[in-house]
């Protein structure tokens, strides 16, 4: 008996931890996410609690967490897939559950934020998405960007032969590690926080991060040669535990899928002129900006392109995902 109580017991506890949380008869949900104030992120996140909050006259009590308040990525999507919270923000790290979303990050492939949007409402992210609600026990609401990543270096880089040889921090993901490595990189896998000390011992020649992050570290002083080379577009967006959405009644879900469109479009709108404030303020600190000429481009692209053999290997419908992408340029 006292078996078949403990049992009960357990059983109860998993269960709870899909549940929504009341307050003062309000619906707690919780969004926890990885950057801090002011990155594009969290204001997305923001901004669709903010939505979600007007549209139900506060019945949603939506609580964002940014900065990792609630744990390291892996963590919190964890704790997103099993309900004991509701939804986080993150980015490709979910294709460890579901390979194709790396390919939201596909290197080289969009000339512009424009391209990437339009595709990013249209057929690319429907094909990337397919079948990942399925795989992972959430749904992925929208996408929206974080920037193209740029290179920062301490020696300046005028032709793609001054990046062969370098030691470049890189995000300890494949994608990442292979683009380094089309490139003639030496890859080195460390935490973004780690990489001004591993600049100042000369662990590290540079890396390449969105202009958000750089401007955030301050990355030009130490790094002051920045290459416009956009070869990476960082997507990040909204995800939510499929046991709570499909549970929300069907005019709720209307106002949580809009909110999270409403969201997304104004980080849309936000990114090009986050772009072109980051490039004075560089400017303004002493950092140096090169635009790539088109030979230089073109090797990026070459590089870019011999990544993708990767999405071959473990995304059956890779090639509709890439070609999908010409109806949008």
Known sequence: MKRRILLLSALA???AATLPTYAADKIIVKIAGMKPDGEPETVGM????KYVMEATKGRYDVRVFPNSQLGKEDAYIAQTRRGII????????????FPAMAMLETPMLYDSLD???RAMNGETFK???????????MTLLNAFPLGFRHFYTKKPVNSIDDLKGLRMRVPNIPLYLEFAKQLGQSGQPMPFAEVPAALDQG???GGDSPFADIVALKMY??????TLSGHILVIHGLYINNDFYNGLSPEDRKIFDDAAFRSAEDVWKMAADVEKKAIEEITKGGGRIVTPDAAFKAALR???????????KTVPNYKEILDSTLQYR
């Open 302 to 312: 070459k590089a870019g392109e011999g990544t993708w053999e990767l999405f071959a």
């Open 86 to 97: 509701q939804m986080c923000a993150t980015g490709t790290q979910t294709s460890s559950l």
């Open 221 to 226: 002083e130490i790094t002051p040669n920045i």
């Open 127 to 137: 094909l990337i998405n397919k079948g990942f609600a399925e795989k992972s026990g």
């Open 13 to 15: 506890v998993l269960g």
């Open 46 to 49: 923001k901004l669709f609690a």
């Open 203 to 205: 662990t590290i020649d």
């Open 115 to 117: 391209h990437a949007h």
